[in-house]
Each structure stands twice: as structure tokens, then as C-alpha cells.
């Protein structure tokens, strides 16, 4: 085998191998060896068949296709070996229909993709401006109200309703047929939670009452809908903080105690909200920069199919399937991958950044014993669930890496106060 031409555009490499007559044979021999013990021919026992009698009784696309397998993985070590300036991507694609035939010559024509490489010079040349972040008594704040907000009441009003008051409703995507099933919700009015301007419509309407609110978008064609039945509007009343409101609810804590498990959860937050702050402040800046759209095909697919993953459970949230969503909206599969693929070209930017990092200061790699500890610790936290040991192990070797890694951004980037 030998390599006639190999020219490389865009993250992928255009690679033609040129295989003799005898190489062509072997592989067909082996592909025959090893397809032969598996099918049965009258009058002999399986596999001791003479192998002109047996080739008459093997399937043709089977044994090409196991060729091919054969000369691309070949070519595959061939480019790892001689053009290792590259990290390539399997699976290549074919780059011609023809197929190897016995006795003749074949030229395999690949299309290879590879790695974009990411120069991490420019790391530390870029300053990243910071919004000032929440101070603590923000987050002591938010922990207390969401605790209050948890335990609210809710108490039925009879006037019309006002901004802050809620209403309570059944609603159906299904305008159209009677005495169909309807999802009950919670809405606080003055936030159009339902569609721009529905609170308008609630607003007027009385116990008991149906109606159905449309809301056509200027940049659209279509009219979104939604069947609503008004159950009655109420007005939430927060509990007040003290140690008889910390012992209905089963809190086992003074009022001291627990202010001071606040004080310290806040501190816990505000740690992790001010390292993705840096995080998400330096990818913006260096994504105006080098952000890599034309990403090679096998990258975005898979980035495409997470974020699918993501919008479906997303959906899910909303008591929606994929098709149900594509239905109501009128919208085509691959109008929702346009919708998402900016989304997935910004997950994989993130990731060959991180991959670079990596392989470029493999100090940052886990230590095996610092993977099995924290794998246990996961385990032990979730004992009284079935999980699969390999997939968590493989989960916090992910999470690790991605953590030094982006430590490691965060100590190279010069990060500067914006007011």
C-alpha cells in the first residue's frame, strides 16, 4: 500500500491509497476465513468446505464490506503513523462508489477529518472584563426567601386581581376538542407566563370561566393557542422567619443555628457563582475571537444530537414529546437543528479548548486515585440507588478533567473589574 495524494482543507484530509493485486487477495482471504465458519454447506461440515466450493455461498456485500473495514483500518494506522501532525477522526467517509474487486488493483479514496488545533499562546494575552458580583447577604437573602417562598399559603381573593396575585388554571395546547384533559398551573400575574398579553385576558375572567388566548408573532405566520379554564385567583402570604415557623416545617435548629448553616451555604454559592462568572465572562471574550464555526462533520453531529438530547427533556418539562412540539409548531426536524446548532458549536468550541489544555499539559490529567476516590464518594452518596460503577467512574474522569482544565484557564487569564 502506498499514499497517492493527501490534501487537506478544512479540518479534513482528502486521502487516496493505492493497493496491489496481492494485497487486494489478502484481505479477500481473510475476509473469507473469517465469514466461512459461519454458514453451512451442503455436504461438508461448517468451515471445511473447499473455499472456490464455499465462496459460492457467501454473501458478496458481506465479504466487500469486510474488506473495506480492513483496508480502511489499514490506511487509518498508515496516517497515524506517517502524517502525525494530525489527530483524526474515525469513522472517515468513502470519497468514491467503487468497490475492490479480487485480482485488481484498488484505489481507496478517504475523506478523513481531524482535530482543529487551538493555539493556547493567546490565553493569557487577552483581558476578561468581570460585572461585580452578588455579594453574600444577596445569596443569604435568595436562600431565606426560597425557604419562605416553599412554605407559602395561598389564600382565595374575590376582587380582580392585581400585580404579584396568582391564578390558578387548567390549560390545553388542544383548542379544538371538548372535555379534553387539561394541565393544572400555578401563574403569578403580571408576568404574561402563558403568552405576551394573557394576563390581560385572566385578568377579566370569572371562576369557571374558558377562553382561548392566540398570539400570532410579527416575524411569524403562525398563531400560537391555548385553551384556559380560570379555577379562581389568590394572594400568597409568606410565613414570618423564626424558631416556631423553623419547627412546623421539621427544622431541628434555633433561629442562630440556622441563620449560621445560611451563612455558610451562601458562602458555598457565591464561590461556585463567581467561578462561572469568570468561566462564562472568558468565553465570551475569546469566543469574539476564535471561535471555530466550520467545525469538522463528525464534531457537530455529536454536538447536535446532545443538544437535541437537551431540548427533548426540555420539552418533557413542558408535558411535550419532540413530535408533539414539531406538530403544534408547524416546524421541521431540521429547522429545530438550525435552531440548536449555535448552541452546539459553542459546546464543542468549549470542549477542544479544554481537549487542547489537556494535551498540552498532561499534569492535569486525574490520577487514577484521585478518580476511584472520587467515584466512592459519588457511589457512597447515592448507595440506595442501582448505578453502574463503569459509567460514574467514567463521568467523574470527565468532570475532573474538565475541572483542571478550566482551573487551569482561570489561572493563566488577567482578569480585570467592570463597574
Known amino acids: ?42 455436504g461438508f461440515r461448517k468451515g471445511k468446505a473447499p473455499l472456490d466450493i464455499a465462496k459460492k455461498y457467501v454473501n458478496d456485500e458481506v465479504v466487500i464490506k469486510d474488506v473495506l473495514e480492513a483496508m480502511i483500518s489499514k490506511s487509518l494506522y498508515f496516517l497515524a503513523q506517517e502524517k ?22 484498488y484505489t481507496l479514496k478517504l475523506i478523513v477529518e481531524f482535530f482543529p488545533e487551538i493555539d493556547l499562546s493567546k490565553v493569557d494575552q487577552i483581558e476578561v472584563a468581570l460585572k461585580p458580583p452578588k455579594d453574600k447577604k444577596e445569596f443569604e437573602q435568595e436562600i431565606i426567601q426560597s425557604l419562605l417562598e416553599t412554605n407559602a399559603t395561598f389564600l382565595d381573593i374575590e376582587s380582580e386581581p392585581t400585580e404579584g396575585n396568582y391564578a390558578l388554571i387548567e390549560y390545553s395546547y388542544d383548542t379544538n376538542q371538548e372535555n379534553q384533559k387539561m394541565q393544572p398551573t400555578l401563574i403569578e400575574i403580571g408576568k404574561n407566563q402563558l403568552m405576551p398579553n394573557s394576563d390581560e385576558v385572566i385578568k377579566k375572567m370569572k371562576q369557571g370561566q374558558e377562553e382561548v388566548i392566540t398570539y400570532s408573532p410579527e416575524d411569524k405566520e403562525e398563531t400560537y393557542a391555548m385553551k384556559v379554564r380560570l379555577l ?7 410565613p ?20 449560621a448553616e445560611v451563612s455558610m451555604k451562601a458562602e458555598h454559592l457565591k464561590k461556585e457563582e463567581d467561578e462561572n462568572a469568570k468561566w462564562d465572562a472568558f468565553f465570551e471574550t475569546w469566543f469574539k475571537d476564535h471561535l471555530i464555526e466550520n467545525l469538522p462533520e463528525n464534531i457537530l453531529q455529536h454536538y447536535l444530537e446532545q443538544a437535541i438530547e437537551i431540548f427533548e427533556d426540555d420539552l418533557k418539562k413542558s408535558k411535550l414529546t419532540l413530535d408533539e412540539f414539531l406538530a403544534k409548531t408547524d416546524k421541521t426536524m ?44 459519588y457511589l457512597g452518596k447515592y448507595k440506595d440507588v442501582t448505578l453502574d460503577k463503569d459509567k460514574v467512574r467514567n463521568v467523574v474522569e470527565m468532570m475532573l478533567r474538565r475541572k483542571n482544565a478550566l482551573n487551569w484557564l482561570m489561572e493563566k487569564v488577567n482578569f480585570i473589574s467592570k463597574e
Open 84 to 105: 502525525d501532525e494530525y489527530e483524526f477522526i474515525s469513522p472517515p467517509k468513502l470519497n468514491s462508489e467503487d468497490i475492490p474487486l479480487e485480482n485488481d488493483p
Open 334 to 377: 431540521d429547522e429545530v437543528k438550525d435552531h440548536l446548532k449555535p448552541r452546539a458549536v459553542v459546546r464543542a468550541n468549549i470542549d477542544l479548548l479544554i481537549r487542547a489544555i489537556l494535551k498540552n499539559n498532561p499534569e492535569l490529567n486525574p490520577k487514577e486515585e484521585t478518580i476511584n476516590e472520587e467515584t466512592q464518594q
Open 232 to 238: 379562581g385567583f389568590k394572594e400568597k402570604k409568606l
Open 240 to 259: 414570618e422567619l423564626n424558631e416556631e415557623f423553623l419547627k412546623t416545617i421539621n427544622i431541628d435548629k434555633t433561629y442562630d443555628e440556622y441563620l
Open 1 to 42: 500500500m502506498k499514499i497517492q495524494h493527501f490534501e487537506v482543507e478544512n479540518y479534513q484530509a482528502k486521502a487516496d491509497f493505492i493497493f496491489d493485486e496481492n494485497e487486494i487477495n489478502q484481505f479477500y482471504n481473510k475476509a473469507y476465513q473469517d465469514i466461512l465458519p459461519q454458514i453451512q454447506i451442503p
